[in-house]
């Protein structure tokens, strides 16, 4: 089975600095996806970026961009010019793509407070 | 606004009870997955349909069940309530195919059972 770890569950930034977020995943299937998806006080799930196991380019969403690392199994976010509605819980999440949709994994997840 | 509904937003019941999630999908969305979010275990699968047949199981307790109705709109049950199953229960909808199969997830379902 697949797992998916956040070894650092609390992280702090001041405002319009950058900050990296970590995410380890475990499969033995090349054709998978990976995403992060920022749940603020509100509790929504919203999904801030994605990245498709066979591309080699890392994703880029605006101010959120990761580093995809496929042979080390690493999947970080980086926040850049963190603004105050950053402060959320930030959940690393893996999709098998081996047939249709298949279920989400996540991480236990990162808690991001910006400092103003 | 994700496009995908859940009702009720919040729900106060008592141990032993038993009760109904709702969901409605996005417009056109086949397949829909219920997550419950609770402290210890973090976001946690529970089962997923695929235009009204279950697709995929995962930790979901023998006291829920879950079935999505010909309007492709999903009902989560959950019967003989304990106060660990006091939790965010979440739907999420998705296209069949799609380049990365995205999930719309719905603002949630508050359970607490007292």
């Known amino acids: 089975a697949q797992t998916v770890t956040q070894s650092q569950p609390e992280m702090s930034v001041q405002e319009a600095e950058t900050v990296t977020l970590s995410c380890t995943y475990d499969t033995s299937e090349s054709d998978y996806y990976l995403f992060w998806y920022k749940q603020p006080p509100s509790r929504q799930m919203i999904l801030v970026i994605r990245?498709?196991?066979?591309?080699?380019q890392n994703a880029t969403e605006n101010r959120f961009s990761v580093n995809f690392q496929k042979a080390a199994k690493s999947f970080s976010l980086k926040i850049s010019d963190s603004q105050l509605g950053d402060a959320a819980m930030y959940f690393c999440a893996y999709r098998s793509g081996i047939s249709g949709n298949t279920p989400l994994v996540f991480g236990k997840g990162t808690r991001l407070s910006v400092i103003a | 606004d994700s496009g995908v509904t859940q009702t009720p937003k919040h729900l106060i019941t008592a141990t032993g009870q038993r009760v109904t999630l709702r969901c409605s999908p996005r417009?056109?969305?086949?397949?829909v997955y219920w997550y419950q979010q609770s402290l210890d275990q973090g976001l946690q699968f529970l089962i997923q349909?695929?235009?009204?047949?279950?697709?995929a199981k995962g930790n979901i307790l023998e006291r829920f069940s879950a079935q999505q109705f010909p309007d492709l709109h999903s009902e989560l049950n959950l019967s003989s309530l304990e106060l660990g199953d006091s939790a965010l229960y979440f739907c999420?909808?998705?296209?069949?195919?799609?380049?990365?199969?995205?999930?719309?997830f719905g603002p949630g379902t508050r359970l607490t059972v007292t």
């Open positions: 990245q498709e196991a066979y591309k080699q």
């Open positions: 999420a909808s998705s296209v069949e195919q799609g380049w990365a199969g995205e999930q719309y």
């Open positions: 349909y695929y235009n009204g047949e279950e697709r």
């Open positions: 417009s056109g969305d086949l397949s």
